[in-house]
């Protein structure tokens, strides 16, 4: 079985531009979540929706970021414009459902800003 | 505000021997904490999850327990392998397990030596 696919892996970018980073999640799961990992902070929550309806984006850290889950299959996560202090690592996951529990991780999108 | 702690950025161990990790919490009361493991490079995968109402959950080598007391969980690799090396997250449901995101501790970097 295909687990949450990522891309792009890396993207490199200079401040100002815009940043799209996009997300497939397992076939069958109705929650989908972004997260961003960073070595000073963690791994941070950013938004998560649930049947493709955005539940909560209190994480999201200015409105500089977006996120869309136009469908059950596909989210993105928007950045513009993008600035050095968004290099980090950002993580799709899924569950089967809220009350699921477990997350499943894809392997991220290794963002850089400079 | 909640906050959760792994004790130990690094833990260095010697093969054979039980690594101890420890995850402890603050102004908050999870439904339910779970354990995930992340190699270098790759998203966290989910290695075990512990409800409140259990003192302790195994799987094979692991073994986790649960303290909702002392605010605390340990997370147990006996017989220890240098494939153990990895960073491990503790992380805990935010809304009382209804809605099933999650805040993750900064994890702790295991270090098996043969």
């Known amino acids: 079985d295909a687990g949450v696919i990522q891309s792009p892996r890396h993207e490199v970018t200079e401040m100002g531009q815009e940043v799209t980073l996009r997300c497939k999640p397992i076939s069958g799961h109705n929650s989908l979540f972004w997260y961003r990992q960073t070595m000073m902070r963690g791994l941070e929550l950013l938004i998560y929706?649930?049947?493709?309806?955005?539940?909560?984006d209190s994480g999201m850290p200015e409105d500089r970021f977006s996120a869309k889950m136009p469908n059950a299959s596909f989210s993105t996560l928007k950045i513009q414009p993008s600035e050095p202090r968004d290099s980090a690592v950002y993580f799709c996951a899924s569950s089967p459902g809220l009350a699921a529990g477990e997350l499943f991780f894809g392997e991220g999108s290794r963002l850089t800003v400079l | 505000s909640q906050k959760i702690e792994q004790n130990s950025e690094a833990l260095n161990i010697q093969e054979g021997k039980t690594a101890t990790l420890t995850c402890n919490y603050t102004n908050y009361s999870p439904a339910y904490l779970q354990w995930y493991r992340q190699d270098p490079g790759r998203g966290p995968v989910f290695l075990l999850l512990?409800?409140?109402?259990?003192k302790e959950k195994r799987k094979e080598r692991l073994k986790v327990t649960f303290d909702t007391t002392l605010k605390q969980s340990l997370f147990h690799i006996t017989a220890s392998q240098p494939a153990d090396s990895a960073t491990y997250l503790c992380a805990l449901d935010m809304d009382g397990g209804s809605q099933g995101n999650l805040i993750f501790g900064k994890g702790t970097k295991l270090s098996v030596k043969p």
């Open positions: 512990i409800r409140e109402n259990e």
């Open positions: 929706f649930n049947n493709n309806v955005p539940i909560d």
